[in-house]
């Protein structure tokens, strides 16, 4: 059986003027993001320049899916976001941030495994034959050792 096909309203939405559309956008087509198409609109959010909100919860979404899929996004965002510091613009805070608060349940004992497994993911990317990704990932893994 086939999977159902991102909705058009969350691709629409991805480009939204209103940030609150955006991050919902983000939020939904995450679960798309082994799509080459969606991946590219999910990288933009992850470095959306209007509202870092919308960087969070595009982040957040991905780490959910706790997949290789998910974590190359945000490992791939890393270096970029790196880049806009010299704009000024805090987006590695913010995906940072979102790792943060993806891993605290587990870090406070009220979840198991989830540390576990992204470490696995991060481990796995590590090896990836981008250099920037693999790099990325490393720092990735870093970010989970509070």
Do not use: K
């Not at 096909?5 to 480009?15: F, G, K, L």
């Not at 979404?61 to 706790?66: T, Y």
């Not at 490992?75 to 805090?90: K, V």
């Amino acid at each position: 059986m086939r999977a159902p096909a991102p909705p058009p309203e969350a691709i629409t939405a991805a480009n939204s003027p209103d940030w609150s559309a955006r991050a919902a956008a983000g939020q939904q087509l995450a679960a798309w993001a082994d799509r080459d198409d969606i991946a590219d609109i999910l990288w933009r959010l992850l470095l959306d320049r209007g509202n870092t909100a919308v960087v969070e919860a595009t982040c957040l979404a991905l780490l959910r899916r706790n997949d290789i899929h998910g974590i190359r996004l945000v490992a791939r965002a890393i270096p970029a976001a790196e880049d806009l510091l010299n704009a000024r613009l805090d987006h590695l805070d913010h995906l940072h941030d979102a790792v943060v608060n993806y891993l605290m349940p587990d870090w406070l004992g009220q979840v198991g495994g989830i540390v576990d497994d992204f470490l696995i993911l991060c481990n796995a990317l590590a090896q990836d034959p981008y250099p920037t990704t693999a790099t990325a990932a490393r720092e990735l893994a870093g970010w989970a050792r509070p």
